[in-house]
């Protein structure tokens, strides 16, 4: 009989991190297989704890993370196959051009050399890098190693990509092109999942938002039904945040 395809990217249930105090604290939380999600939170509130888990950077102290049917605790090596993680800070090799970063992280990945060859050329193209394709990335400003980095997480074509505020700090013609370049794989049949302060993106990208403090969901839905579980009334995500957040601070 064939496998079974889940439906959902990722599963996260009961899932605890602890340092000096609690960073998630028994999180639930589900995405869909070809959405893009986004998971917003105040400083602090393990939006990034959260994610560096999934990604397999952090071990949690318990819970379970599933990754396309995959656990992520017991098999880590099989589920990182089929993810990508970018953060804020994008780390690549200063020394290496993007083209022969890219042609590093295929073959780490263990990717055929003629087709990581023609997906490192596509990426390049996509991200509009071409005319740097051969310039060693250590002159490169913030927006173009963001690219880079974006880049290297695509090229084994994974099937879930983690981004935690990947537009921080970018121009605007930046940003828009990584926000391109994410809404093309969403369409493709991909998975993102993204962190965010800019709520204009999330509310114009995402298809589910997730809010969490103090490392705890506490909304979760398309806009619309954000705007129900905060009363009503709020014209704007922003609104509708500042709402949610206050009501948990004050339980």
Not at 103 to 115: C, S
Not at 222 to 236: F, K, V
Request: charged residues 25%.
């Amino acid at each position: 009989m064939p496998t079974e395809i889940p439906s959902e990217a990722l599963e996260i249930r009961d899932l605890v991190k602890t340092f000096d105090r609690p960073a998630v604290d028994h999180l639930n939380l589900t995405v869909r297989r070809g959405e893009f999600y986004a998971l917003l939170g105040p400083n602090g509130a393990g939006k990034t704890t959260t994610l560096r888990m999934v990604a397999g950077l952090l071990r949690p102290n318990s819970g379970s993370i599933e990754i396309f049917g995959v656990d992520a605790l017991t098999d880590p090596v099989a589920a990182k196959r089929v993810v990508a993680w970018v953060s804020d800070e994008p780390m690549i090799y200063d020394k290496l051009t993007p083209f022969e970063y890219l042609e590093f992280v295929a073959g780490l990945w263990g990717n055929d050399a003629q087709e990581a060859q023609m997906r490192a050329h596509a990426l390049i193209g996509w991200l509009q890098l071409t005319e740097h394709a051969h310039e060693r990335c250590e002159g490169f400003s913030k927006g173009m190693r963001q690219k880079v980095a974006l880049a290297g997480a695509l090229v084994h074509d994974p099937q879930l990509i983690i981004l935690d505020e990947p537009l921080t700090g970018l121009d605007a013609g930046s940003a828009r092109q990584v926000k391109t370049v994410l809404r093309d794989r969403v369409a493709a049949g991909g998975t993102v999942i993204m962190t965010t302060h800019i709520l204009e993106v999330a509310e114009r990208m995402a298809d589910r938002i997730g809010v969490i403090a103090h490392g705890r969901l506490i909304g979760e839905g398309t806009l619309d039904e954000l705007h129900r579980q905060a009363g009503g009334g709020h014209a704007s995500l922003e609104d509708t945040f500042l709402a949610l957040v206050a009501e948990q601070a004050a339980a």
